[in-house]
């Protein structure tokens, strides 16, 4: 049991505490295969080795109610039933030569938790500020990569008859789309059906690097960065995670400063992000020459369809770089930026992601670029998390609550609207947030998180607006 404080409102705390029962291993309801079964290439990359987490919130429903389901009970039960088709989620990962990943189906289980909170929904207060370390614990010996539990889901029973179902799973075994995925087959026979609507793919050596290996494009987002594109950080800096929402009226705004050619052909993604890409480069400070690198996710089941067969829940992804020195980027216009990262997102064919899974073993599976001036951006927005229904009806929330260190976010989208979390140093979060006060309506949210957290703390929570 842990207390914590959430607010009630932005003048009102509340002690409440959750409650957990002891961590259990769910295992697939009907035997399934004990095999080996190798990642791709894409999959095991370095930049890939982290747990991702995703939260889902759902209100009380009169109907379950009546008919005593129970939240934890039945997402245990559809969780099991799912494993018979996505066995390999109840595997270990172990790593072979040359840091080669493969999943071991061992049969062993996810890792599964019953909590209850003695709080309401409502009590978050006009925002859905949620605790979400509490909401997803951290087991001992739970987060590692290898030899550990590939997915860790933690059902928690809110007062009002609520829940939050919270999911930690490793990245290199799916990207989103292939965890909404297998929580849209939980909630398929959770409903009641005798299988999921869709059935899963492996076919991991779809990317797969070729037989002879060869990089056949620039890949600059896997580029060492140069002791010159190194800004050091100040003593004790510490980043600041702030959430910000735009609305479609402040994406109007940002798009009447493009010619008009690009404001037909640019996407709310480029618009949004080209912005943020320089709001961000300027608030850091960077040198004038110092090379910043935009790395957008670009899904190759959207961009290559005849690559990825339907039900593939492996990551599906590359992220094309566009590269610029801060002092292009910050003082050529808006449609400087929005050039660049259409001419990334671009690059992704085919061949583009051929070439990667061949660098990722002709370079010993490296990381992306890991420098200030990297800002990886993952667009969530389409996915249709808050419509995985356990019997509980559409989710109030649904999505990701992660930002990669300093170095990337996620957009989830809330209402009519995307929320963007980031982490920045304190003084470059103050200098961002004033500079996208001043073009949008957009501000930290009330019920902000103002405690700053270690370079390499994984700790968030969310601000989100009002429900």
């Known amino acids: 049991m842990a207390p914590l404080l959430a607010s009630a409102s932005p ?18 309801a009907a035997p399934t295969p004990r095999e080996l079964k190798p990642l791709s290439d894409i999959d095991d990359q370095r930049s890939l080795r982290f747990q991702v987490r995703v939260f889902l919130v759902y209100r009380a429903n009169p109907s379950a109610t009546a008919a005593g389901r129970d939240p934890a009970s039945v997402t245990r039960d559809a969780l099991a039933k799912a494993l018979v088709f996505y066995y390999p989620l109840a595997g270990r990962l172990r790593e072979g030569l040359d840091g080669k990943l493969m999943v071991d189906c061992t049969g062993e289980g996810v890792l599964f938790i019953e909590a209850d909170a003695d709080v309401r929904l409502e009590q978050f207060g006009d925002q859905l500020r949620l605790p979400f370390e509490q909401l997803l614990c951290d087991p001992p010996g739970s987060s590692g990569i290898i030899g550990c539990p590939v997915l860790f889901i933690q059902v928690t029973r809110l007062l009002c008859g609520g829940f939050v179902l919270g999911i ?31 059935l899963p793919i492996w076919r991991r050596e779809i990317l797969a690097a070729r037989s002879n290996p ?25 980043l600041v995670l702030r959430s910000f929402f735009f609305r479609p009226r402040d994406i109007a705004a940002l798009r009447l400063l493009l010619p008009p050619h690009l404001r037909s052909s640019s996407s709310t993604f480029d618009v949004l992000t080209a912005y943020l890409w320089r ?52 003082h050529n216009s808006l449609a400087y930026a929005v050039h660049l990262i259409k001419m990334a997102k671009a690059d992704m064919t085919e061949e583009y992601a051929q070439s990667v899974a061949d660098l990722m073993v002709l370079r ?15 667009d969530l927005t389409r996915l249709k998390f808050r419509q995985v229904d356990l019997g509980w009806g559409d989710a109030v929330y649904g999505g990701t609550v992660e930002t990669i260190g300093g170095l990337g976010s996620f957009y989830v989208a809330y209402n009519d ?18 500079e996208i006060g001043k073009m949008t309506s957009s501000r930290p949210l009330e019920s902000e998180i103002d405690e700053a957290y270690p370079y390499n703390d994984t700790s968030s929570a969310l601000a989100l607006p009002k429900l």
Request: proline share 9%; hydrophobic share 40%.
């Open 279 to 330: 709001s961000r480069t300027a608030a850091l400070g960077l040198r004038p020459g110092e090379l910043v690198r935009l790395m957008p996710v670009v899904n190759a089941r959207a961009k290559v369809p005849f690559l990825i067969p339907a039900g593939y829940y492996g990551n599906g992804f590359t992220f094309p770089a566009a590269v610029s020195t801060a002092g292009e980027l910050c």
């Open 11 to 28: 003048n009102t705390q509340r002690l409440f505490s959750v409650r957990r029962r002891d961590p259990e291993l769910v295992v697939p």
């Open 364 to 378: 010993g599976r490296p990381h992306f670029t890991e420098a200030a001036g990297t800002w990886f951006v993952s």
């Open 168 to 198: 930690r799973t490793n990245h290199t075994m799916s990207d989103a789309q292939g965890i909404l995925q297998h929580l849209n087959a939980m909630a398929d026979v959770a409903r009641g059906a005798p299988y999921p609507t869709g």
């Open 214 to 238: 060869r990089v056949t494009r620039i890949h600059h987002e896997y580029d060492k960065p140069a002791a010159a594109d190194c800004t050091p950080s100040a003593p004790g800096d510490q």
């Open 417 to 434: 609207g995307i929320v963007v979390p980031l982490r920045l140093p304190a003084a470059a979060m103050q200098r961002f947030a004033e």
